[in-house]
């Protein structure tokens, strides 16, 4: 199953934009890259999911490599409410469940 | 959109006692169900996965009959830590999924439970 590596924190300043890496260089033809974030004792919130397209929505864009060993999450304009952890997840593949594996993700800290 | 709902947010429970959490999905039918388990200052770490009508799946160091997971709907799953001790306080999150066996369904998460055993 692929793995996923994060920085384990980013600093940005409120307004600008965020741009988070991750790489999965291991990644299968069929398995999707999910973003997700979790805010300070909140459960995960679901960002954006792509497979190869860059794919774009009211919340953030996710731009994936030609060659899927990695994508970048962005976040346009941040906001204090955006300081959060996000974690970049390649679904696993297997059995009936398709669990979601969460690594140790980004800490991303929006500077006002 | 998706809603899970988890109670309790927050529980207090004296050591050697159990302690439950549910898990609702409130707008969806949850085919799929799984539970988290998250220490301070570090990642989820997947405990078990439920399907309705099934037995739990444990993942590998998760003791089953520790932590008992059901699953009797499609709209609610329970979580019962039994004989809590102070090691089990964390923080547990539920997450339902809708569909099965596509990579494009979505996880909805619970807004987590506290648990402090003293």
């Known amino acids: 199953d692929a793995k996923t590596t994060q920085p384990p924190s980013m600093d940005c300043a409120e307004g600008r934009a965020a741009n988070l890496p991750c790489n999965h260089s291991t990644i299968s033809g069929n398995e999707y890259v999910y973003w997700y974030r979790q805010i300070h004792s909140q459960g995960p919130q679901y960002i954006i999911h792509?497979?190869?397209n860059n794919e774009t929505n009211e919340m953030a864009s996710l731009i994936i490599t030609e060659d899927r060993k990695s994508s970048t999450l962005i976040l346009p304009h941040a906001t204090l409410r955006d300081t959060a952890v996000y974690y970049c997840i390649v679904k696993k593949k297997g059995g009936a469940t398709n669990k979601l594996i969460f690594g140790t993700g980004t800490l991303l800290a929006v500077q006002p | 959109g998706a809603v899970v709902s988890q109670h309790p947010s927050r529980v207090i429970c004296k050591s050697g006692t159990s302690v439950k959490i549910e898990c609702r999905s409130l707008d969806f039918q949850a085919t799929t169900m799984f539970w988290y388990r998250q220490f301070p200052k570090k990642s989820l770490m997947l405990m078990a996965t439920?399907?309705?009508?099934?037995?739990?799946?444990?993942e590998q160091g998760v003791e089953k009959d520790k932590f008992l997971i059901n699953h009797a709907s499609l709209t609610l799953s329970t979580l019962t830590v039994t004989s809590a001790h102070p090691e089990d306080s964390s923080f547990y999150i539920c997450?339902?999924?809708?569909?099965?066996?596509?990579?494009?369904?979505?996880?909805?998460f619970g807004s987590g439970t506290r648990l402090t055993v003293v």
């Open positions: 997450s339902a999924s809708a569909h099965r066996d596509t990579p494009q369904s979505g996880y909805t």
């Open positions: 792509g497979l190869k």
């Open positions: 439920s399907n309705e009508g099934s037995k739990a799946t444990y």
